[in-house]
């Protein structure tokens, strides 16, 4: 039997050889492996010490596009950039041909496991976490959702929350006129109202009824467990919890089970009540799809949940590309996720600019008025509500507006990637190098694990491509594009804001009817104009406004309200 000596040792062999396995690995991607990287052969901005990064000026909105300005002017449209340290370097490609490249090449370029990390332990691993042919399978099954038929069928939808909500807000500003002291009569009609935090609680509403057929009913109030468990998942997401935290969490997450902080223990609790009452939908939807197959008589439920339920037992689905039922309750995860948020952020921003513009405001107004049909939409029939709609999505200046809008604020700021192989990304510009030479090959060479960051506002707000004007609101731009701009890449009006390529956003015409249907409500009802507090943007997962000073309160959007009835009186 060895001695307790022996074991000693031999323990204390094994540790160092641990020791040494894991510091020789360490040292050698910190500071061996760097060394060798391609891409510090790029010019690109100097640091100031060994532990800094070029992470604050590249994602703050207040300040990137003045920074990727100076960065296009200096060292090309691709650019070397430095991540969260010395083993981190970062293709920042502002160049068309380059990003085209990479969102075209999805098996190529994936999210980072850190960011799908993070997204699956909130809202599990839907389309917007999943890669390879996880992602293909369940896009497969939801397109058909998505499809313009059965996006048609959800607009009266639309246009019942978007009255719903001018309801509210009439309701609102008719009990703030009544308490009016007889000083403030010359003010009468006009509130100030968080328009951020209301048309969130009505996208909520609509994603909720679109999505699974639940009356949230946030409009009229937040006491609904399934929309608190939502909101506050989302929220804590955002707005709270320890940077520092949640990166260990991401890196090493059995801290998050050993020592679980509170925003680890609010996300449990949310998704708990998620899967027990969105859980119990799923299964219901499924047993009403299933049982009207076999009575003949074909389930009528136009929501995203029971298309995906029906897509999925489709009979020319092959067995192997059908998805289970915790990836169905993923997606709906994400469409909640996704879907609420980015289009109530692009809708608050575009009245914000649009109170910051009253000629422009008056102009869409008339616009809108011109098509209003003198029935009160509430009345008027199914068929009528997609005439309505149709003659909508077809106005030349709404169009505009809602184009630049989404050019000018892009609710996501940019995205990360990662090279899955090494790779030649071509570029359509010379390639600067670190040296002050240009390249004679038109291409940057990205080694396996690189780190490419997508610049989505960058490309939106390049005056090098858009003109000098690029950083204003001008939505008459949009009649006069130049070859450059409609040359570059991207899903909606070559514009990078849903993305390009094979993950590009699958909601973007739903996103569309939403942002029109509740313009045309909300102006043809009420002026908007500025309050006088000074409204900034932050990158906080999304494009955010906040109040100077109040950031600790969280997103808002104040803007003074008023009927249009009173404004013309």
Excluded at 45 to 56: E, F, Q, Y
Excluded at 145 to 163: H, M, T, Y
Excluded at 168 to 187: L, R
Excluded at 370 to 379: E, N, W
Aim: proline share 6%.
């Amino acid at each position: 039997m060895a001695s307790v000596s022996t074991i000693f040792f031999c323990f204390y062999c094994l540790s160092s050889a641990v020791a040494l396995l894991l510091s020789s690995y360490v040292v050698y991607h910190v500071i061996i492996a760097p060394r060798f990287n391609p891409l510090r052969k790029l010019a690109g901005p100097p640091l100031k010490g060994p532990l800094d990064n070029h992470m604050s000026p590249v994602l703050d909105p207040f300040r990137s596009p003045r920074t990727h300005a100076a960065y296009v002017e200096k060292y090309g449209r691709n650019v070397r950039i430095r991540g969260l340290g010395p083993w981190d370097e970062r293709l920042l490609p502002l160049d068309p041909v380059s990003v085209a490249h990479v969102l075209k090449n999805s098996t190529i370029y994936e999210k980072p496991w850190q960011s799908r990390r993070l997204i699956t332990s909130l809202i599990g691993c839907g389309m917007l976490a999943a890669e390879g042919h996880i992602h293909k399978r369940q896009r497969r099954v939801a397109t058909p959702a998505f499809s313009i038929q059965n996006l048609r069928a959800l607009v009266p939808l639309v246009f019942s929350k978007g009255e719903e909500l001018r309801d509210k807000w009439m309701d609102i500003i008719q009990a703030a006129k009544e308490d009016q002291a007889p000083s403030e009569e010359q003010n009468s009609g006009q509130i100030e109202i968080d328009v951020c935090h209301w048309i969130s609680r009505a996208t909520f509403d609509v994603i909720g009824l679109a999505g699974f057929d639940y009356h949230f009913n946030a409009i009229q109030n937040e006491s609904d467990e399934l929309f608190a468990a939502y909101k506050e998942m989302f929220e804590i997401a955002v707005s709270q919890g320890d940077g520092v935290r949640t990166v260990l969490g991401i890196y090493f997450p059995f801290l998050n089970t050993i020592f679980p902080d509170k925003r680890v223990k609010t996300v449990h609790r949310c998704q708990e009540t998620i899967r027990r009452v969105a859980g119990k939908l799923v299964q219901q939807k499924k047993s009403r799809i299933l049982d009207g197959e076999k009575n003949g008589s074909a389930y009528a439920g136009k929501d995203l949940l029971s298309l995906l339920l029906k897509s999925n037992v489709a009979t020319d689905l092959p067995s192997d590309q059908r998805i289970s039922d915790e990836d169905i309750l993923h997606n709906i995860n994400t469409f909640m996720f996704a879907g609420s948020d980015t289009t109530s952020l692009a809708l608050t921003w575009t009245l914000l600019l649009l109170a910051r513009h009253p000629d422009l405001q008056a102009r869409l107004r008339a616009e809108l008025l011109s098509i209003a049909p003198t029935t009160p939409t509430s009345r008027l029939s199914i068929e009528e509500i997609e005439s309505l709609h149709n003659t909508l999505q077809n106005l030349p200046f709404l169009n505009n507006v809602c184009r630049e809008s989404l050019r000018l604020i892009p609710p996501v700021h940019s995205s990360l990637r990662v090279a899955m192989q090494d790779d030649e990304i071509p570029a359509s510009y010379p390639v600067h190098l670190s040296d002050g030479t240009i390249s004679e090959q038109k291409s940057v060479r990205v080694l396996k694990g690189s780190f490419v960051h997508v610049p989505v506002e960058a490309f939106n707000l390049d005056k090098g491509i858009w003109g000098d004007n690029a950083w204003e609101f001008d939505p008459d731009r949009w009649d006069h594009l130049s070859e450059d701009v409609l040359s570059l890449p991207g899903l909606y009006s070559n514009l990078l804001t849903f993305s390009a390529g094979p993950r590009s956003c699958i909601g973007m015409r739903f996103s569309m009817i939403e942002m029109k249907t509740f313009l045309y409500i909300l102006l043809t009802a009420f002026t908007f104009a500025e309050t006088g507090k000074k409204i900034y943007k932050a990158n906080v997962v999304l494009t955010r406004p906040y109040v100077s000073g109040q950031f600790r309160s969280g997103s808002q959007c104040p803007l003074l309200v008023k009927p249009l009835v009173s404004a013309a009186s």
